[in-house]
């Protein structure tokens, strides 16, 4: 074997072993790219966009609001847009653009923004 070949062999391996880490780092890079012009930089909600939006983006580090949602309807908000959990259609489905996975890691990445799970209370 060559050493060409035993570094990518070595590298492979390594991204194996770290891949949580890596779903928590492209879960930051996806909220980046496809929920910060509404959401904000920091999940606050204020986006460039807000001002011309009739129904304000959640502030996702709100964790009295964000608890009242079970980590299933945070799920389908995402793939099915706000529509489906009876919000408004501002908030857009990403069934096309983002995988199940991605959105699972999306969701988690939320409850670290809010720091809160789901409670009745
Ligand atoms: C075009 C603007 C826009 C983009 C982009 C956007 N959202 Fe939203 N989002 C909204 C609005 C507006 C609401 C509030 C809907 C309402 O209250 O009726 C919302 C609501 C939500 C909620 C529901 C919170 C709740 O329980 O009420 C979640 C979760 C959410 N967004 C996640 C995301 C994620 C994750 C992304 C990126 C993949 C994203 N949003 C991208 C506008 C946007």
Request: glycine content about 6%.
């Amino acid at each position: 074997m060559n050493k060409y070949l035993l570094m990518m062999l070595l590298a492979i391996t390594s991204m194996c072993l770290h891949s949580p880490a890596v779903n928590a780092e492209s879960a930051k890079d996806n909220y980046r790219t496809y929920c910060m012009q509404c959401h904000g930089m920091t999940g606050l909600g204020m986006g460039v966009n807000i001002q011309d939006m009739s129904v304000q983006p959640r502030d996702h580090t709100d964790a009295k609001a964000m608890g009242t949602r079970t980590d299933v309807e945070l799920f389908k908000v995402i793939k099915e847009g706000g529509l489906a959990i009876s919000k408004s259609s501002l908030m857009p489905p990403w069934a096309d653009t983002l995988t199940d996975q991605e959105i699972h890691d999306l969701v988690k990445h939320l409850r670290t923004l809010c720091n809160c799970e789901y409670s009745t209370k």
